[in-house]
């Protein structure tokens, strides 16, 4: 019903940057928060960073001042930009998307695949 595709993701050295990208797709009626999760092992999955449609955002205090975040309520896509990378960044991003699908009348969350960020020291 609802497809969340990220790219992006890959090795990068200590100080570095990244950007992953995520698009939305499937019968959508409306998009509401989107936002991108991390998963270390042995860890639960973590909040990085979320966006409303309104352009309202929230950080993980480990990622103030490094990481942004943006949306293009039209094209239903999610940009997280990752700079001065730390090695403790290393772990699996995961867009998520909370969506109302076409008829629907409740709206519900939504994940993609995830993709691997490694950043070497």
């Known amino acids: 019903q609802v497809q969340l595709v990220e790219s992006g993701g890959g090795l990068v050295q200590a100080g570095g940057s990244l950007r992953l990208s995520c698009a939305a797709s499937g019968s959508i009626f409306r998009t509401n928060t989107m936002g991108w999760y991390r998963h270390f092992p042995g860890k639960q999955r973590e909040l990085v960073a979320s966006?409303?449609?309104?352009?309202?955002?929230n950080f993980a205090d480990s990622v103030k001042g490094r990481f942004t975040i943006s949306r293009d309520n039209a094209k239903r896509t999610v940009d997280l930009q990752m700079n001065s990378l730390k090695p403790e960044d290393t772990a699996v991003y995961y867009c998520?998307?909370?969506?109302?699908?076409?008829?629907?009348?409740?709206?519900?969350?939504?994940w993609g695949e995830g993709t691997l960020v490694t950043v070497s020291s």
């Open positions: 998520n998307a909370n969506v109302v699908l076409v008829g629907a009348r409740y709206e519900k969350d939504y």
């Open positions: 966006i409303t449609s309104g352009g309202g955002t």
